[in-house]
Antibody, heavy 122, light 111 residues
Framework: EVQLVESGGGLIQPGGSLRLSCAAS????????MNWVRQAPGKGLEWVSG????????YYADSVKGRFTISRDNAKNSLYLQMSSLRAEDTAVYYC???????????????WGQGTLVTVST | QSALTQPASVSGSPGQSITISCTGT?????????VSWYQQHPGKAPKLIIY???NRPSGVSNRFSGSKSGNTASLTISGLQSEDEAAYYC???????????FGGGTKLTVL
């Protein structure tokens, strides 16, 4: 069974840093591109970042570029999101999501974690 | 402001069909057949229901179908059921500096 389990969320002050983790199981992690997607309270989904299978290419939304860094450790079946210079508007549930291998395009996310809440506030 | 435009809400009665639109530009929806749709119930993670414009993942009901014309993609749900009441989001690959853009979401109410 495919499982994605996020961790690392919590309350952080503006300007602070936080590292999210996503532990993957039930599939060959190194064979899939992975993503982070967030959802502010009561709002819609926002794609945050994506990373290729080997980790050599990374993509970011303009809203987080220069502040967030995505990475992965295929030996540990784990995806990470290092977040710095956090702002109130970064408050959201952060989901890790797997790219669908059978899809032709890069925007099909077939498995999602349960999410981890990040709250940026004083 | 979301990159893809969806209606904020739609509604329908059980058994009816509804269509949700997702409008982008030639740099995303119109330029590529890489549109997906997701269903999200309150407090739950999103679920993929359509990918590559028209394809359904295994296990998704054939009451859900997708299409595209120009810069607008559409999700049609036929034979509405109470359990279809949820938020629906589209996304698309984009050739802009980012990789993926989402729509703002549509709340479906089954009357």
């Amino acid at each position: 069974e495919v499982q994605l389990v996020e961790s690392g969320g919590g309350l952080i002050q503006p300007g602070g840093s936080l590292r999210l983790s996503c532990a993957a199981s039930g599939f060959t992690f190194r064979s899939y591109e992975m993503n982070w997607v967030r959802q502010a309270p009561g709002k819609g989904l926002e794609w945050v970042s994506g990373i290729t299978k080997s980790g050599d290419t990374k993509y970011y939304a303009d809203s987080v570029k220069g502040r967030f860094t995505i990475s992965r450790d295929n030996a540990k079946n784990s995806l990470y999101l290092q977040m710095s210079s956090l702002r109130a508007e970064d408050t959201a549930v952060y989901y890790c999501a797997r790219d669908m291998m059978a899809a032709d395009g890069p925007a099909a996310f077939d498995y999602w974690g349960q999410g981890t809440l990040v709250t940026v506030s004083t | 402001q979301s990159a893809l435009t969806q209606p904020a809400s739609v509604s329908g009665s059980p058994g009816q069909s509804i269509t949700i639109s997702c409008t982008g530009t030639s740099s995303d929806v119109g330029g590529y057949n890489y549109v997906s749709w997701y269903q999200q119930h309150p407090g739950k993670a999103p679920k993929l229901i359509i990918y590559d414009v028209t394809n359904r993942p295994s296990g998704v009901s054939n009451r859900f179908s997708g299409s595209k014309s120009g810069n607008t993609a559409s999700l049609t749900i036929s034979g509405l059921q109470s359990e279809d009441e949820a938020a629906y989001y589209c996304n698309s690959y984009t050739s802009s500096t980012t990789l993926v853009v989402f729509g703002g979401g549509t709340k479906l109410t089954v009357l």
